[in-house]
């Protein structure tokens, strides 16, 4: 049974920053893929951050330059540092984990809040 947990959402004021951690456990041969997403109130879910096994990076152009996502493969550990935050930003993140086979893992998610 795999399991995906995120931590460290929370209440930021607007140009603070938050780091959210994501840990994955169980039995999993391979991850190749490790993403977070976020859901704001209304809308859909929308990629944020991904990062591939050979550890290449992409994200929204909406975070870039204020985001950076990393991980410890090892660890099965994925992080989001969000940096600058913005209210625009308020929602709640979720990490997946793609592992090998192409099954995805989703986590409960953990909430944002960036105040203006």
């Known amino acids: 049974q795999v399991r995906v947990v995120e931590s460290g959402g929370g209440l930021v004021q607007a140009g603070g920053s938050l780091r959210l951690s994501c840990v994955a456990s169980g039995t999993i041969s391979r991850i190749n893929v490790m993403d977070w997403y976020r859901q704001a109130p209304g809308k859909q879910r929308e990629l944020v951050a991904t990062i591939y096994g050979g550890g290449s990076t992409n994200y929204a152009d909406s975070v870039k330059g204020r985001f950076t996502i990393s991980r410890d493969y090892a660890k099965k550990t994925v992080w989001l540092q969000m940096n600058s935050l913005k209210p625009e930003d308020t929602a709640v993140y979720y990490c997946?984990?793609?592992?090998?086979?192409?099954?995805?893992?989703w986590g409960q998610g953990t909430q944002v809040t960036v105040s203006s």
């Open positions: 997946r984990m793609v592992v090998s086979g192409s099954a995805n893992y």
